[in-house]
């Protein structure tokens, strides 16, 4: 049982900066990987950016370079800076942590939080 909480959504016109938030709370492991999804309308799921608790980032390609990922293991939380925003990375973000399953199951447990809209207008 984890609950993900993300704040920082919002409305910023092309070129502009975002900066997303996101705190778990509940049974979270010390080791697992936090990062950011998001799906745009008609799209499918994409990754943005992930960050392990031993803080090895992984890049979508179509943001490297303009978003930076990071966390704080102490308190479980996680941020995604956002700078030179386009149309195209208008969607739903959700926050994701990832951890190796209970009762010693072998496929990870996967939580989401409820998303927030970022819309970046041209």
């Known amino acids: 049982q984890v609950q993900l909480v993300e704040s920082g959504g919002g409305l910023v016109q092309v070129g502009g900066s975002l900066r997303l938030s996101c705190a778990a709370s509940?049974?979270?492991?010390?080791?697992?990987?936090m990062g950011w999804y998001r799906q745009a309308p008609g799209k499918q799921r994409e990754l943005v950016a992930t960050i392990t608790s031993g803080t090895v980032i992984y890049y979508g390609d179509s943001v490297k370079g303009r978003f930076t990922i990071s966390r704080d293991n102490a308190k479980n939380s996680v941020t995604l800076q956002m700078s030179n925003l386009k149309p195209e990375d208008t969607a739903v973000y959700y926050c994701?942590?990832?951890?190796?399953?209970?009762?010693?199951?072998?496929?990870?447990?996967?939580?989401w939080g409820q998303g927030t809209q970022v819309t970046v207008s041209p």
């Open positions: 994701n942590l990832r951890q190796s399953g209970r009762f010693g199951r072998l496929i990870d447990d996967n939580y």
């Open positions: 509940g049974s979270i492991f010390s080791i697992n990987t």
